[in-house]
């Protein structure tokens, strides 16, 4: 039934298999090496001053699968929407996950899906992820390919990251709010209010430190990052969405910030 660990690649790391008729996911310790993308995290990290840069990879895949394992657990007492440990092997080889349904990046990325539709299942994800913060709690890296879409509502999936390693857990939920607005950028072409309705909705509920570390970040970079937009052939979006947090969180830094009201596990 299982891989033979010299056959495991990134593409293969996690598989879907049935089980007596039930989906259910086969993931496989792995960690990729990015030597590159280390040393240019390491030199922004230093040039800039800004923990958001370090890399958050745990390096020893086993003890990574154990740490995720640990993490869906704590998720999945605290009321979110995430798979369930199934089995593993005694030294963390593998291990088997309850399915969670589809990835938003799958559901929202369908050429015949309305964009309204689009617009609310990101809006959905956007308040969801900040449910998360609200409770103290962190994904590591919410791309929209790590969340899903189920009956539940949205669930949190590939959860290997430790950025607690490098940076504090404002830090952490500041990190994680750019990289899934960086990701929904592509849809932001198609609809320029998109970026600012993700934004507030993610502001009105995520906890005060998380909204002021988003703020800092995104000022701090605007400088090196707004301009990009303007380059012919140059990549728009980490542009685009500076320059929409540095206006759509104008209201929420401490002198104007009125109340901030907590929202229960809602995902």
Same mark, same amino acid.
């Given at each position: ?13 996690? *598989? ?10 086969? /993931? ?14 390491? !030199? ?7 923990? @958001?840069? /370090? ?11 154990? !740490? ?6 704590? =998720?999945?007492?605290?009321? !979110? ?20 349904? &589809?990835?938003?990046?799958? *559901?929202?990325? /369908? ?7 689009? #617009?609310?299942?990101?809006?959905? $994800? ?5 449910? =998360? ?19 539940? %509502? ?15 857990? $404002?830090?952490? #939920?500041?990190? &994680?709010?750019?990289? !899934? ?42 400088? @090196?990052?707004?301009? =990009? ?5 140059? #990549?728009?979006?980490? %542009?685009?969405? *500076?320059? $929409?947090?540095?206006? %759509? ?8 910030? %009125?109340?901030?009201?907590? $929202?229960?596990?809602?995902?």
């Amino acid at each position: 039934m299982f891989m033979d660990p010299a056959k495991i690649t990134a593409e293969n790391r996690a *598989i879907m298999v049935d089980f007596n008729g039930a989906a259910i996911w086969e /993931k496989y310790a792995f960690v990729k090496s990015h030597p590159v993308v280390g040393l240019l995290q390491t !030199f922004a990290s230093a040039v800039s001053g800004m923990n @958001i840069f /370090k890399s958050s990879y745990i390096r020893d895949a086993r003890v990574a699968l154990e !740490f995720e394992a640990g993490r869906l657990a704590e =998720l999945r007492n605290a009321g !979110f929407n995430a798979p369930k440990v199934l089995d593993h092997d005694a030294n963390w080889a593998w291990m088997t996950l309850s399915d969670m349904g &589809d990835t938003v990046a799958h *559901i929202v990325k /369908k050429t015949d899906m309305e964009a309204e539709h689009r #617009q609310n299942i990101l809006v959905r $994800a956007a308040e969801s992820l900040a449910v =998360l913060h609200g409770y103290g709690h962190y994904h590591g890296r919410p791309s929209m390919r790590d969340l899903t879409l189920n009956k539940r %509502g949205i669930g949190f999936i590939d959860l290997e990251h430790n950025p607690l390693m490098v940076m504090s857990l $404002a830090e952490t #939920q500041a990190r &994680d709010a750019f990289l !899934f607005l960086l990701d929904a950028t592509w849809a932001e072409r198609d609809n320029p209010k998109l970026m600012p309705l993700l934004i507030a909705h993610y502001a009105k509920i995520a906890p005060p430190d998380a909204i002021e570390a988003l703020d800092r970040t995104a000022r701090a970079l605007r400088p @090196i990052l707004a301009p =990009l937009q303007y380059l012919p052939g140059g #990549q728009p979006r980490a %542009g685009v969405l *500076i320059n $929409a947090l540095v206006e %759509g969180l104008q209201d929420r830094r401490p002198a104007a910030r %009125g109340a901030v009201h907590k $929202a229960g596990p809602r995902v």
